[in-house]
């Protein structure tokens, strides 16, 4: 990505009722014609329905369709019904967003992000995590030019979601230490803004933890303000690097290894408490923070075997390994992971 250029989204709807002003959005960005509305199976009711009957409303013209993974098969699925669109839009998880995303992206029209639960930073962001052979590549996309985030669907969501959206802005304290590190050592191109962006916001989230409640319209729409802003500081950064560092690598470590993986944000939360523990930080302020939050601090929260924990330690380092962080390119031992696991009471 071209350092000089920041690229982000061009208007940003957050509040109760907004996907019902999506086909009016549409009109105001200038768009017309034939959209095409990508969903998961349980979002085309949860969010998709209302969208593309605004839509219609609006006079576009509307294909729909579901996708049940973040693949390349399912990017390029998606992207097969593009020829004669203005515009897609996801609505859904993290996993919808980001096929939507890259498929607008490699098709070169642009997207909407219609996020229908406030599980992870990817709603504003201009980058895809999309699973390849061998686990998941963090892809270069184009912003959303808009974003409808509806608070009171998202309310709406398992709060498991909302915590896990939380955890995964917490996880900015150690991606930005690995950030740091990789800029001392290597001289990695480091941005003092998109660092001060991504840290206030995982600040700014714990100390509101006691606000996060279920069923709140005001705890969805605090979270997805925070979600949003950690997507402007990759947006800033060019890269995801604000957000994204050894305990994504463990998180992602273990979207391979694990037979059923808990949420991502989740993982990067129990992730950051260990790297915190590595880079001699207050693992307990991480962990204390997420517990406050009711995301998971431990194996047997995330429901993962504590032997999935300790593989997926071992081999972090090898995920994008051009990306320098406290793992260092050797990574851990098997007995450095279980002393690091047993320490931070993860396992
Ligand atoms: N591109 C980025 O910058 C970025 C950032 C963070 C995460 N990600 C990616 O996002 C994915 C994680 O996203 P996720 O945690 O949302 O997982 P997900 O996309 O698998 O969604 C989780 C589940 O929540 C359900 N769901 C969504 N909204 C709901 C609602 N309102 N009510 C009930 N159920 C609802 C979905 O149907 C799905 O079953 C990972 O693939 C991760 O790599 C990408
Ligand atoms: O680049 P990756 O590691 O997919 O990270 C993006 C996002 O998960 C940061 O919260
Ligand atoms: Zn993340």
Known sequence: MDPRKIQLPREIYTGPGVIGETGKICSELRFKGRVVVVTGPTTLKIGG?????????????????????????DVKDVQDLLDTASLVLGVGGGKVIDVAKMAATLQGIHFISVPTAASHDGIAS?????????????????????????????????????????????SNYTAIMDWKLAHRLLNERYSESAA????????????????????LEESARLVVKSLIS??????????????????????????????????????????????????????????DALSKMNAPTNAYEL???????????TTAHTIR??????????????????NLAKITEVI
Request: glycine share 10%; charged share 25%; hydrophobic share 40%.
């Open 49 to 73: 329905e209302a969208a593309i009957e605004s839509l219609q409303d609006e006079g576009f013209e509307v294909d729909q369709v579901t996708v049940r993974e973040a693949s390349m098969g």
């Open 126 to 170: 201009p980058r895809a995590s999309i699973k390849n052979g061998e686990g998941t590549a963090s892809l270069e996309a184009s912003s959303p030019i808009g974003v409808i985030a509806d608070t009171e669907i998202i309310s709406r969501a398992p709060f498991r979601l909302l915590a896990s959206g939380c955890a995964d802005i917490v």
């Open 196 to 215: 001060a962006l991504s840290l206030m916001t995982a600040k700014m989230i714990i100390r509101s933890a006691d606000a996060i409640k279920e069923g």
């Open 230 to 287: 950690s997507g402007i500081a990759i947006s800033i950064a060019g890269s995801s690097r604000p957000a994204s560092g050894s305990e994504h690598k463990f998180s992602h470590a273990l979207d391979v290894i694990a037979p059923r993986p808990a949420l991502h944000g989740e993982q990067c939360g129990v992730g950051a408490i260990m790297m915190m523990h590595l880079h001699g930080g207050g693992w307990q302020f991480i962990r």
């Open 303 to 313: 429901g993962i075997d504590p032997e999935y924990i300790i593989e997926a330690l």
């Open 321 to 338: 390994r051009e990306r320098y962080t406290i793992l260092g390119d050797r990574g851990l031992t098997r007995e450095a992971a279980e």
